[in-house]
């Protein structure tokens, strides 16, 4: 047997910079109500969103990735040339191949960094976050380029009851790199394919173009049961997260859960019993639910409004369609 070269690369990583792009359109409860006998109340008191962001048709999905990276890129203070990944995480981009992400990478003038698209639905960009750290301390990548990205608008009935008024367009990005010091902590992550249905693309694309009038596939949610599976299991996945890495809730500054429902967010908090002066994102009172884009969307805006500084310790977690969650501790970059 031949012996094959192993490499390895840093032995830490960290968040090196951040940026994000909200979709142009603000769009209120009440311009969704009518489609779905609803009322601004009870889409606030049972989601907490009063307002979300839609894409205008230029801002396509590339369009909102490359705005977001450029930022990120400009902010980690590093030189493009020097980024040799993207990772994009994403369910509403409308191309089946080839991954949005080579094309990203070749708009923003990266020079031919391995790029490639991954689907994990609202627990997309915490996965790609992973995935990109692993690479960097693997020495299959230096600096990688980890985005989450959504124009769900596409793709969301705005007479389905159970989502219209949920979800929402946008992206955040990240870049992954070597760190003196572990900035990005140990992730964990799962599924449960048991739950495949509770959110689900409604039609199979063969059933799409076999229909007498084919229409775009929607995103279908069994709502209630997703909000018990998420105000439940995912307080057990955070502190699970928490024991990984070796720290405990009074070691938390910030806490940014994946943007979906407020309420989720206060159930998840009490559930773990984070200390009152621990910073809760709650961006989704006013973006919606961005899915792959929520988590970096949050950060970034805490960080933007100084409600999160450099060198605080935040813990990640987000789940949805699979069911798929994914969840680490990071050091605000
Ligand atoms: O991002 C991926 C992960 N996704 C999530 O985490 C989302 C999780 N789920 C949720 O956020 C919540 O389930 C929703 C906000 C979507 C819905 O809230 P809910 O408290 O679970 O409502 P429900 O589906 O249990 O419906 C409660 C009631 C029902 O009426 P009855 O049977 O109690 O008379 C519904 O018919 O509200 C009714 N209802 C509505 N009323 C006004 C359902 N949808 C609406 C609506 N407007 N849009």
């Not at 489609?35 to 369009?63: M, Y």
């Not at 990205?149 to 596409?154: A, I, K, N, T, W």
């Not at 989502?163 to 870049?175: H, L, P, T």
């Not at 994102?281 to 006013?286: N, Q």
Request: glycine letters at 8%.
């Amino acid at each position: 047997m031949t012996d094959l070269a192993s490499v390895s690369g840093a032995p830490h990583t960290a968040i090196l910079g951040i940026g994000s792009y909200r979709a142009g359109r603000l769009v209120p409860n009440a311009d969704i109500v009518e489609a779905i006998d609803s009322s601004d109340e009870w889409i606030q008191q049972r989601s907490g969103i009063k307002t979300r962001r839609f894409a205008e048709p230029h801002e396509t999905v590339q369009l909102m990735s490359v705005e977001s990276a450029r930022v990120a890129i400009e902010r980690a203070g590093i030189d493009p040339a020097q980024v040799d990944g993207v990772i994009v995480a994403t369910i509403s981009h409308m191309l089946q191949t080839p991954a949005v992400a080579t094309a990203v990478a070749h708009e923003l003038g990266l020079e031919r960094p391995v790029a490639f698209d991954i689907s994990a639905a609202c627990a997309g960009f915490c996965h790609g976050l992973a995935l990109a750290s692993d690479m960097v301390r693997a020495g299959s990548a230096k600096y990688v380029v980890v985005i989450g990205v959504e124009r769900l608008s596409d793709i969301t009935d705005s007479h389905d009851r159970g989502s219209a008024f949920i979800f929402s367009d946008g992206a955040g990005a990240v870049v992954v790199g070597p760190s003196e010091r572990a900035g990005i902590g140990p992730v964990v992550w799962g599924s449960d394919g048991e739950q495949f249905d509770l959110i689900r693309q409604r039609e199979d694309w063969r059933d799409v173009v076999a229909s007498d009038s084919p229409q775009m596939p929607h995103l279908v949610m069994q709502g209630n049961a997703v909000f018990r599976w998420a105000a439940f299991e995912m307080a057990k996945v955070a502190h699970a997260t928490l024991d990984r890495t070796g720290i405990t809730v009074d070691d938390l500054d910030v806490f940014v859960p994946h943007q979906a429902n407020m309420r989720i967010i206060d159930a998840m908090a009490r559930a773990m019993k984070l200390p009152e002066r621990v910073t809760i994102a709650r961006d989704v009172a006013d973006q919606g639910n961005s899915s792959a884009a929520s988590v970096p969307l949050a950060l970034d805006r805490l960080v933007q409004e100084g409600q999160a500084k450099s060198g605080d310790t935040a813990l990640l977690i987000a789940f949805g369609a699979g069911l798929a969650y994914a969840a680490q501790v990071v050091t605000v970059p």
